[in-house]
Each structure stands twice: as structure tokens, then as C-alpha cells.
């Protein structure tokens, strides 16, 4: 299930740069971290890369693991994608 979630994660920057820009991974990272955003809701927004109920309970699981963290977590953890966001613009990943 671990290497199921890690895959997930890894997945979506490829696709990002497959030409598609990065704003998804971005949306991803926002509902991720929202803890107004449910569960089932989340679900529904990966639906498109799943492959099937492991997938989807790996969702799941994923989700629910940051519905349990405190409100200082997600926000330090959306601080973290804002730094990303500047390492993606940066000279040196210009070029992808």
C-alpha cells in the first residue's frame, strides 16, 4: 500500500510534464491538505488515475492521514508547496 501511494504521488508530476502544465498537481496538493474536503470527495477527484479499489483505498488512506493532522501541519504543509512553486519557476527548471 505504501509503494501503491508513493507510485500515486509520483505519477502526477509526470503527467504535469507531459505537457499539461502543473496546475492539477497543484489542485491535488490544495485538496489534499483542505480539511474541508471529504474523503469520498477526494476520491472522486483522483478517480481518473485510479486502476482499481487497491487504488482507491490508497487514496483514501492518503487523504484521511491529513485529515488527522493539526492545523499547523497543513498549513506548514501548504507553505511547503508555495516553496515548490518557486523551485519549479526557478532558471534551472526552466527548461522542462
Given amino acids: 500500500m505504501k509503494l501503491l501511494r508513493v507510485l500515486v504521488l509520483i505519477a502526477l508530476p509526470l503527467y504535469c510534464f507531459a505537457g499539461s502544465g502543473c496546475p492539477l498537481v497543484e489542485e491535488v496538493v490544495n485538496k489534499t491538505i483542505d480539511s474541508q474536503v471529504s474523503v469520498d470527495e477526494?476520491?472522486?477527484?483522483?478517480k481518473p488515475f485510479s486502476d482499481g479499489p487497491m487504488t482507491d483505498e490508497a487514496i483514501a488512506q492518503l487523504k484521511e492521514c491529513f485529515l488527522g493532522q493539526s492545523d499547523e501541519t497543513l498549513s506548514k504543509a501548504g507553505e511547503l508547496m508555495v516553496?515548490?512553486?518557486?523551485?519549479?519557476?526557478?532558471?534551472?527548471?526552466?527548461t522542462f
Fill in 42 to 46: 477526494y476520491q472522486t477527484f483522483l
Fill in 83 to 94: 516553496t515548490m512553486n518557486i523551485i519549479y519557476k526557478s532558471v534551472w527548471c526552466a
